[in-house]
């Protein structure tokens, strides 16, 4: 099965910028789509950003439209999540997913995953 790792987390003060990868373990040719999920404690896992590896529209939850930017390197086989302006409501885990079914933004879309990054931001 493909493994993702997600790199790129850290500490960072209110309005830095920070860029997060997510890679493939080994190259796949079956991923259709690949999206940036996070997670905080006490809340459910929020969708953040997604591309289409197929057509390369890329969609993004309201509250990072503006401020985040997911692409994806010309091999294919890194996607990266750039977060500007960062606020502190952005600090959580942060996991990357890929699926073979569609781009998406309900979890259950998505059959493989990281183990996830840390991002903090500080006030």
């Known amino acids: 099965q493909v493994q993702l790792v997600e790199s790129g987390g850290g500490l960072v003060q209110a309005g830095g910028s920070l860029r997060l990868s997510c890679a493939a373990s080994?190259?796949?040719?079956?991923?259709?789509?690949v999206g940036w999920f996070r997670q905080v404690p006490g809340k459910e896992r929020e969708f953040v950003a997604a591309?289409?590896?197929?057509?390369?529209?890329?969609y993004y939850t309201d509250s990072v439209k503006g401020r985040f930017t997911i692409s994806r390197d010309n091999a294919e086989d890194t996607v990266h999540l750039q977060m500007n302006s960062l606020k502190p409501e952005d600090t959580a885990v942060y996991y990357c997913a890929a699926t073979t079914r569609y781009t998406s933004d309900y979890a259950g879309a998505y059959g493989y995953w990281g183990q996830g990054t840390q991002v903090t931001v500080s006030s």
């Open positions: 080994r190259r796949t040719f079956s991923t259709y789509g």
């Open positions: 591309i289409s590896l197929s057509s390369g529209s890329t």
